[in-house]
């Protein structure tokens, strides 16, 4: 089983959004049973809160199913669980190695380096552009699945 944990600043836009898109992409393709996917946080500022109503109403309109995931803190003990750890952005890497300490076996990535024009992923907590944000987390999703499919399920 494939283990992909998401991460964000706060665990309410993009993780969870990447974590719902990634969960409908596998279920399309008949691989639900392959993989296991969450979303965290790196600040404990949103603990407990439930996705950004602007992710749910982005998501919503696409016809992706969004659950009632609760944000949570990236642990270091994640590390060991999961087989990717994905983050939005530079500065989101920089936090995740803080918390989980080295990376020795290339887990942490950046979800648009799998893509053809590695990028961050902008906050839309901060732009309010939940169309442009659903659109990088679709492109980095589909090249992270294709990736996988590559490397690791064939």
């Known amino acids: 089983m494939i283990k992909i944990l998401f991460i964000c600043h706060g665990n309410i836009c993009r993780s969870p959004m990447s974590q719902y898109v ?21 600040s404990t500022e949103e603990i407990g ?13 696409v016809g992706i199913p969004c659950g009632d995931h609760r944000s949570r803190q990236l642990k270091r ?8 750890l994905i983050g939005m952005d530079t500065w ?8 989980v300490g080295n990376d020795p ?5 950046r979800l648009l380096d799998f893509g053809k024009a590695p990028r961050d992923i902008a906050d839309p907590w901060y732009t309010g552009d939940f169309d ?6 679709k492109e980095g999703c589909e090249a992270l699945l294709s990736y996988i499919m590559e490397h690791d399920l064939v």
Do not use: P, W
């Not at 003990?77 to 990717?84: M, N, V």
């Not at 076996?105 to 990535?109: D, S």
């Open 22 to 42: 990634m969960e409908d992409l596998v279920k399309k393709r008949g691989l639900s049973d392959c993989f296991y996917i969450d979303s965290a946080a790196t």
């Open 77 to 84: 003990s994640d590390y060991g669980e999961y087989d990717y």
């Open 132 to 137: 442009e944000t659903y659109k990088d987390v």
């Open 105 to 109: 076996e290339g887990k942490i990535r």
């Open 49 to 61: 809160n439930r996705v950004h109503h602007g992710t749910r109403g982005k998501l919503k309109e």
């Open 92 to 99: 989101n890497i920089r936090n995740m190695q803080r918390i």
